[in-house]
């Protein structure tokens, strides 16, 4: 008796896979779905290539003078000579080792903390927290070791978006941690002073709070006492920002099941342990996507300190373009400041999506 053998698995019929097929199912299976993918096809290229033309093709890039931008295309030029303004505002220029090792070491913690193999990353991430704020401040403001004093109202572009952007994502997380507990406190007083505050603050637009932590926050202080409005600008930020993020991480404690609390419960864990160890891990895990387009909105929110007369990215790109030399180069420096956003927004995107497929447990849908 013979023993049947399998025959190897026959590739796929070649009219059932492929680009081809795929286009003929997708965009071809119609006579209106081919007349509309071609129409389409035709105005997506002809205006790729229009931008292309524009940005590339027949765009200036070597000069130092308005004189240098004489072909029809984006005048780079404009941004090339004023970089170091959009970068660092106007910092002075004698000073701008000092910004330019700011950005070299915030690089340096940003690519070690994301890299997945990084060794004893925690210890890295209690350095950026704990140590690396003061050392900043300390560089960037100087007044210490010999530095010069570069008072904050010269700060300006990129350095400071950053630097509120940081202070707003690192600070409002904690304590918007703490407000989401409080607010689901046993306790009627933490929870009713948790839920005013989240109310209060959810209920005013970002530009309002700016205002009365620049303007109205001064007349509260004692007579002869001044904060920096660098300083007042955070405040306001990282108090609004709490508040949403309360929120947020609220969504994600209400998602864990109340058996997880039960579980901890019959384990003997204090509420402390409970919370740090079963309940906030799981939550936050759950609210990654949340909690990052909310950090997303705040480092967009950043360019509204130009209300209260603080020149971040987009405040310098507006007050270049009302330079009398370089007059008619709107469009380049917006979409410059444009593409510097959506770098960093699009990074943090990408970075939130990798942490999700890192902590993936299995009960994606």
């Not at 989401?180 to 046993?186: K, P, V």
């Not at 709490?242 to 929120?247: C, F, I, L, Q, R």
């Not at 971040?312 to 370089?326: K, M, Y």
């Amino acid at each position: 008796m013979s023993v049947h053998q399998f025959q190897p698995d026959l590739p796929a019929p070649s009219n059932t896979v492929g680009p081809i097929t795929w286009a003929k199912k997708h965009l071809f299976s119609s006579i209106f779905n081919s007349l509309m993918t071609i129409v389409l096809a035709f105005i997506v290229i002809n205006s790729l290539w229009a931008v292309l033309n524009w940005a590339f093709l027949n765009a200036d890039w070597v000069g130092t003078t308005r004189d240098a931008c004489s072909r029809e295309g984006a005048c780079w030029v404009f941004i090339s000579v004023r970089f170091e303004q959009f970068m660092f505002g106007f910092y002075p220029e004698a000073e701008l080792w000092r910004a330019k090792l700011f950005f070299g070491l915030l690089a340096v913690f940003v690519a070690l903390l994301a890299y997945e193999h990084t060794p004893k990353k925690f210890i890295i991430w209690l350095v950026f927290v704990n140590i690396f704020p003061f050392f900043a401040t300390g560089l960037l403001y100087g007044g210490i070791l010999g530095l010069e004093v570069v008072d904050t109202h010269l700060w300006g572009g990129l350095l400071i978006t950053l630097v509120i952007a940081i202070v707003g994502i690192v600070v409002s997380l904690p304590i918007g941690v703490m407000l989401a507990l409080g607010r689901r406190s046993e306790m009627p007083i933490i929870r009713s002073i948790c839920t005013l505050y989240i109310e209060i603050w959810r209920g005013v637009p970002l530009i309002t709070v700016l205002f009365m932590a620049s303007v109205m926050l001064p007349l509260f202080l004692s007579h002869g006492s001044e904060l920096d409005k660098l300083l007042r600008a955070l405040i306001g930020v990282v108090m609004f920002s709490a508040a949403y993020m309360a929120e947020v991480v609220r969504g994600g404690l209400q998602a864990i099941p109340k058996g997880q609390y039960e579980a901890a419960d019959a384990l003997g864990l204090s509420y402390w342990k409970k919370i740090t160890f079963i309940i906030m891990p799981q939550a936050l895990k759950i609210t990654i996507p949340s909690i990052v387009n909310t950090f997303i909105g705040l480092f967009k929110d950043t360019s509204l300190v130009l209300i209260i007369g603080m020149f971040d990215v987009l405040g310098i790109g507006q007050a270049a373009n009302t330079d009398p030399e370089w007059l008619g180069f709107s469009t380049e420096s917006y979409v410059f400041v444009a593409l510097v956003f959506w770098v960093f927004c699009f990074s943090m995107s990408r970075y939130s999506i990798f942490l999700e497929d890192k902590l993936n447990t299995g009960h994606k849908r």
